[in-house]
């Protein structure tokens, strides 16, 4: 039995969960998970996600909820597939945890366009779709480029460089044609 992701193409965490997938050269199957119809409250969804929230991943007899948690459980499933998002020696794999925390914690809640700037613009050796902590920020940033608030990103060459370089990735070029949260 393949990969089980329950939730939404146009979910910020499911795009991250699909793009984790991606990346590590897997195939899934989207379940989509109808929120307006109480899918989520529904008697058998608790077995996926007892919150009641997607996205969730069933992978044989295993379920798992929390996108974070599920992203990083398909990087370690997968190590030796794909591009190696979590790394495998102390150093860096400690450093994709800092950023998984700062994009989780300060990130995530809103856009710090202006750290993450100034930390880029020392980095010459940030590439795309570095690790984690760089999958874990596109589907919000996606969504964000499509506000008026763009000059954020676009107005730091370091950020706008590094988005770039992220979305440009053919894992999430696949996920995005999902997002498409008004659009028809």
């Known amino acids: ?8 193409a146009l979910s910020t965490c499911t795009a991250r969960v699909a ?8 195939h899934f199957e989207l379940v989509a998970v109808n929120l307006t119809a109480g899918e989520t ?20 007899d295993l379920t798992l909820f929390e996108s974070r ?15 190696d998002l979590i790394r495998h020696n102390n150093q860096g794999s400690c450093t994709c945890q ?4 700062v994009e989780s914690q300060t990130f995530h809640p809103i856009i710090a366009a202006i750290v993450y700037h100034i930390s880029l613009r020392h980095s010459s050796t940030w590439r795309a779709i570095s690790s984690l902590a760089d999958l ?15 000059s954020v990103v676009n107005d730091r060459p370091h950020v706008k ?24």
Request: aromatic content about 14%; glycine content about 8%; overall charge positive.
């Open 1 to 8: 039995m393949g990969l089980k992701l329950h939730g939404l």
């Open 19 to 26: 793009t984790a997938i991606y990346e590590k050269g897997q």
């Open 41 to 60: 409250q529904a008697a058998k969804f608790p077995r996926q996600n007892p919150f009641g929230q997607i996205p969730a991943l069933e992978d044989g």
């Open 69 to 83: 948690a599920i992203t990083s459980y398909v990087a370690e499933k997968y190590k030796n597939s794909g591009h």
């Open 98 to 101: 800092v950023w998984m925390e």
């Open 136 to 150: 874990h920020h596109l589907p919000y940033i996606f969504y964000f480029m499509k506000s008026p608030w763009t």
């Open 161 to 184: 460089a590094w988005w770039e370089d992220i979305s440009s990735r053919p894992s999430f070029n696949k996920v995005a044609e999902g997002m498409t949260i008004g659009q028809k």
